[in-house]
């Protein structure tokens, strides 16, 4: 008896405590939530455009959600946008102060918003921009300004772009473990990191013609900002003309060399405030919660946003994976829903599984059978994520999305050198011929590789299939710009692969447009898991977390993207239709 009443007093001991810390944390949770309700915009205020943390086409954050906040380290790029049409329209908004950027954006969603700065100007409101250090994304950005600054200080960086790729080889003859490949695409580079140590020359050229593409985007921008010459623009990243703030200024890539004092002075004149008076900034985060309770989009019927962001996996699918179980669910949800007339599918993938790719274009298929499904491209939609996007009735990309990659590969890591190395001998017994198909410490048969090369080749011929059903071209015409081969969005709306340039905003648009509808709401899908949940999956996740900082810490970042390149390579399972090469863009 005596161990009974023990126990039970540690177990309610224990319900009370949790209970306690619980309550805490709920009233804790309130009272954040209570004060971001709070926060109000004064007159004759500046908006901050601070961005910080890294941008994601999607947050999917209920506003109800308490928790929901404590856990995003991401900024949403549907809410950046709304925020600035909803401060274009604000008359206590007097302009935009673009501040110290560190932008971590993709290329085509820094040219979203600059679309949006740009709108925002069209109603005579200022937008003035100021940096110690501007990278060149953050020059990109910044160049929409009325009057660009820099510290006196400062660095500017605008040299033009440029991409590294890595290359194994040698590293898996020296460890004993390699990736035994196969591949269809004469462009499907993904693999071929693993196959030599140099790059090809067809690879070589399909990143010129891309990086020479985005770059020529961007500098077509710039150049009508500041009123200089796409040739002016090339000269100065050629001889390093805005390396130095005074270089800076003399080429005309900024407008004056200041301290942040005497910026702020120069905010103050264009917003009427008192020279002795405080700025009123408010900043773009805290501008968001207010952003978000004013509609610009009204009306009964809706239009439909479903967000696929990240690379594409077998199953469930979360808020950075593609997995067909969310993506599905969404679609099944947003045909089914009678105030839903049209659909739009936003991509931002490198693509991924073969198997799952395909899955989600059936739905696709299945659901623009009932109501339109427009694509819009973000960043990257490529590989699986143009498969994905094929089908659709319209597709628009940005000129600086990379898309294409119509191509396929599986990848097999072997470690039958480093088994004889270490002494590891494998034998296998099986009850038919091919019942032992693979083994990990053994070559790999002819057998097992022509099985897997056959998959390979019928994926690339329904891939293949796919694309000329959904652009309404022949399969042959869909071979000739497939290949693997990377293109960018303006090069894509040159060979067919999409219909239209343009943003997010176009493709609701044209949705729109596409059932007549002249007023309608805004539906975003798919739902992720709330704040608490993701609360209570934290207890096991936190362990891996403070592993992987401790060895980004203790290795370096560099060295830690390639080992989460190698992992992530590992990890793929089945026939990939994923992205040629892990382009980071300098």
């Known amino acids: 008896m005596k161990f009974l009443r023990n126990l039970l ?28 309700d709070g926060k109000t915009v004064k007159n004759n205020s500046i908006l901050e455009i ?89 020059y990109y950005l910044s160049s929409v300004a009325d009057s660009l600054f820099i510290n006196k200080v ?9 991409s590294e790729v890595l290359f194994f080889k040698d590293l898996q003859e020296k460890s004993g473990i390699k990736m035994e490949v196969i591949r269809h695409g004469k462009y499907k580079s993904a693999v071929e990191p693993y196959l030599s140590n140099e ?11 891309l990086l020479n593409s985005l770059w020529g985007s961007m500098v077509g921008e710039i150049s009508e900002s500041r009123g200089l010459s796409v040739e002016e623009m090339n000269v100065i990243a050629d001889t390093l003309g805005g390396r130095t ?29 008192k020279l002795e008076d405080d700025l009123n900034y408010v900043s773009l985060e805290d501008y968001i919660l207010t952003a978000n309770k004013k509609k610009l989009l009204k009306g009964d019927d809706k239009i439909a946003i479903i967000y696929a962001q990240g690379e594409i996996f077998y199953g469930e699918g979360s808020p950075s994976i593609i997995g067909q179980g969310i993506i599905n669910e969404a679609l099944k949800k947003a045909r089914e829903d009678k105030d839903v007339k049209a659909i739009v599918l936003r991509v931002d993938s490198p693509g991924g599984s073969a ?61 039958t050198e480093l088994a004889e190395n270490i002494g590891i001998n494998a034998e296998q017994v099986g009850t038919n011929k091919n019942s032992v198909d693979y083994s990990l410490f053994e070559p790999m048969t002819d057998g097992f590789r022509e099985v897997v090369q056959e998959g390979v080749e019928n994926t690339y011929k329904t891939f293949l299939s796919r694309v000329a059903e959904g652009r309404n071209i022949t399969v042959a015409q869909a071979d000739s710009i497939a290949q693997g081969r990377v293109w960018s ?28 509808l002249d007023t309608y709401g805004i539906k975003n899908f798919p739902k ?44 793929q399972e089945g026939v990939q239709t994923r992205m040629p090469f892990t382009l980071s863009i300098k």
């Open 9 to 36: 007093a540690a177990i309610i001991g224990c319900l009370i405590a949790f209970g306690v810390i619980f309550g805490m944390f709920m009233i804790f949770a309130a009272l954040l939530g209570s004060s971001e």
């Open 50 to 138: 601070q961005i910080q943390n890294p941008v994601a086409d999607y947050i999917g954050n209920n506003e109800a959600d308490p928790f929901a906040s404590l856990f995003e380290k991401s900024q949403g790029l549907n809410e950046i946008l709304h925020a600035i049409q909803v401060a274009k329209s604000d008359d206590k908004i007097k302009g935009i102060s673009i501040n110290n950027n560190f932008l971590i954006a993709g290329y085509a969603q820094t040219q979203a918003i600059r679309k949006a700065l740009l709108d925002f100007k069209t109603d005579g409101k200022f937008i003035y921009a100021y940096a110690d250090i501007y990278t060149q994304k953050d």
């Open 154 to 162: 400062g660095v500017l960086d605008f040299k033009g772009l440029s």
């Open 199 to 209: 790059m090809s020359e067809a690879n070589r050229t399909q990143i010129k013609e």
């Open 245 to 273: 703030p005074e270089l800076a200024s003399k080429s005309k890539l900024v407008d004056a060399v200041l301290f942040f004092d005497e910026y702020e002075t120069k905010l103050k004149t264009a917003s009427d405030s």
């Open 355 to 415: 198997l799952t790719s395909d899955i989600i274009w059936r739905e696709v298929e299945l659901t623009k059978a009932i109501k339109p499904v427009v694509v819009s491209m973000g960043n990257v939609a490529a590989s699986g994520g143009y498969y994905i996007a094929a089908g659709a009735d319209k597709i628009y990309a940005e000129p600086t999305t990379i898309t294409g990659s119509i191509g396929v590969f599986g990848t097999v890591p072997n470690a």
């Open 489 to 516: 969005g303006v090069d894509a709306k040159r060979l067919g692969l999409v219909d239209e340039l343009g943003g997010l905003d176009d493709a609701i648009k044209g949705a729109a447009e596409l059932v007549e």
């Open 528 to 571: 992720y898991k709330t704040g608490l949940e993701r609360f209570m999956e934290d207890y096991g996740g936190a362990s891996t977390k403070i592993k992987q900082d401790f060895i980004k810490e203790e290795i370096g970042v560099e060295a830690y993207s390639i080992l989460k390149e190698v992992k992530a390579v590992m990890n």
